[in-house]
């Protein structure tokens, strides 16, 4: 943490940081409408009088340091619109397409204060331990588990990912499995390719008019309800909470009254204890006869030696699987017993359509991604947002506008103990706490505070102080 700074701002050059950071032109002649920056900002903005105090009402862009000083390193190629992201904060920002060797890795970490990484790099305990500038660091992926994510919050390290970015790259996908197995395709395309013409409309159906059951209406499947209707289809969907439907779609309240009722079957849900071979020899009897099942959920959720058992006896007319209980690590000729010891039945039957986990596999999802995941880290690094936080708790405050120019915004990382939140209310007792909020998951608590009529001195003295509990993990202060 380099050491606080004055914050009193001569009102010229305020103007002209909301125009920085804001994305804005300074160029007297030329008013510019600003789009939403990464902060969510929206301001209809010129350099007029009138409009330079509209932008003095805007939110203020806190700094924990000067920007050029924060150190950043991407590896795994993290999508352009990340990098973008972070380098137009003027952040110092390294770039690397591959991941590092756990000792080059070691080596970098220890100099930076964000890290972005992808699902390659591990960063476990003993490259945490390391890494003594770290504040955050960014998974531009859906996964967290390369991440030691208990060390990074018992040290104050923020861990971010993006779990929801690749939604409609799945809906779509489910979208062109049900055509898919309605008509066929699968099998007539291999054939194709094994000089076998097969002219067939025996069993191939259109979907307009059709049911579709969807088993868990979140941000997958409510997607999926909203593609479907404009297909001609029926939506009934099951959940187990109560939700808004999209559209004309209807929950119904049993899973087995969705399958009774659905022609298309597609589970949506999380991996979870009950979720775990939600499908099983039951529930295939529960499904309509010659009906579909598709799963782009997790690969615990179906039972699929019961599917192939519901397969061979004709009871489902076709499956679409992209996922399976064993995946492997990286891509290469695995799909077979030693993987799943039913993977060789699976591959014999007909009209299954098998795919590598690619639901979510999409150019559109990886840079949604890198926006996601940049936002978060910048929201993280100049406001101390944790919203979207994995592994700490979710904790955010309205942010400050630049019409309070000798505010700062007290963050305070710290054991969850008893007694905590006395003495550091105690140390910011003097001052005028505009507002506050506290919350705790497991053994940590994160505590932001916004104060008033501070200036350099009471900064560096609070710093101090509360750097001096022994509750503490991390101080920052932001101004
Ligand atoms: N194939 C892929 O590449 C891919 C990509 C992204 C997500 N996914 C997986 O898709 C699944 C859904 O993702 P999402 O983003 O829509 O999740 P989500 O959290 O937005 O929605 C899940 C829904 O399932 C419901 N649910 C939970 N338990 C249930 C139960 N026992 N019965 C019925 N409903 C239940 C929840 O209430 C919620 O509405 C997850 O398992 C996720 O891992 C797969």
């Given at each position: 943490m380099s050491s606080a700074r004055d914050i009193k701002v001569p009102q010229e050059e305020l103007a002209h940081r909301v125009s920085r950071s804001l994305g804005l032109?300074?160029?007297?002649?030329a008013p510019i409408t600003s789009t939403a920056s990464s902060f969510g900002f929206s301001a209809a903005v010129g350099s007029t009088p009138a409009s330079v105090a509209a932008a003095a009402r805007a939110a203020k862009h806190l700094k924990p340091f000067a920007t050029e000083d924060i150190k950043i390193l991407l590896l795994e190629n993290v999508n352009q619109t990340g990098r973008d992201i972070l380098a137009a904060q003027g952040y110092q920002v390294e770039f690397l397409k591959t991941s590092l060797p756990e000792d080059q890795l070691i080596e970098k970490i220890r100099d930076v204060h964000v890290i972005g990484i992808r699902s390659k790099t591990k960063l476990t305990a003993r490259v945490l331990k390391e890494a003594k500038n770290l504040i955050v660091i960014g998974?531009?992926?859906?996964?967290?588990?390369?991440?030691d994510l208990k060390f990074a919050a018992d040290n104050g390290i923020a861990v971010f990912n993006s779990p929801f970015s690749n939604s409609r790259s799945v809906a779509e996908l489910v979208i062109a499995e049900i055509v898919v197995l309605a008509r066929q395709l699968g099998d007539r395309s291999n054939e194709m390719h094994n000089g076998t013409w097969n002219k067939v409309s025996n069993k191939c159906w259109e979907v307009r008019g059709k049911t579709l059951g969807i088993i868990g209406y979140g941000h997958i499947g409510s997607q999926l309800s909203v593609l479907a209707e404009a297909m001609g289809m029926n939506v009934i969907y099951y959940d187990v909470v109560n939700l808004m439907a999209m559209g004309t779609a209807r929950q119904v309240p049993t899973l087995e009254d969705l399958l009774r009722e659905a022609d298309f079957v597609t589970l949506h849900v999380p991996e979870l204890p009950e979720t775990q071979n939600m499908m099983g020899p039951k529930q295939f009897d529960q499904m309509k006869e010659g009906s579909y099942l598709i799963n782009a959920s997790r690969g615990s959720v179906v039972d699929i030696p019961a599917l192939i058992e519901a397969s061979r006896a004709g009871k489902i007319a076709g499956a679409a699987l992209d996922v399976y209980p064993n995946e492997p690590s990286?891509?290469?000729?695995?799909?077979h017993n030693d993987l799943n010891t039913w993977a060789n039945d699976l591959r014999t039957l007909k009209n299954i359509i098998l795919t590598p986990h690619i639901g979510g596999s999409t150019e559109e999802a990886q840079s949604a991604i890198g926006i996601e995941v940049g936002q978060a880290l910048v929201k993280y690094v100049n406001e101390g947002s944790t919203l979207g936080a994995v592994n700490l708790p979710e904790v955010n405050l309205r942010s400050l506008t630049i019409?309070?120019?000798d505010h700062a915004r007290v963050i305070y990382i710290h054991q969850n103990v008893p007694g905590v939140l006395r003495k550091v209310n105690e140390i910011l007792g003097d001052h005028n706490v505009d507002k506050q909020m506290t919350d705790s998951r497991d053994d940590v608590a994160y505590l932001m505070a916004d104060i008033s009529n501070v200036d350099t001195q009471t900064i560096k003295d609070l710093y101090a102080k509360l750097e001096s509990?022994?509750?503490?993990i991390m101080t920052r202060i932001l101004y």
């Open positions: 032109s300074t160029s007297p002649a998974c531009f992926c859906i996964g967290t588990n390369q991440v990286g891509n290469g000729d695995y799909f019409d309070e120019p509990l022994s509750s503490r």
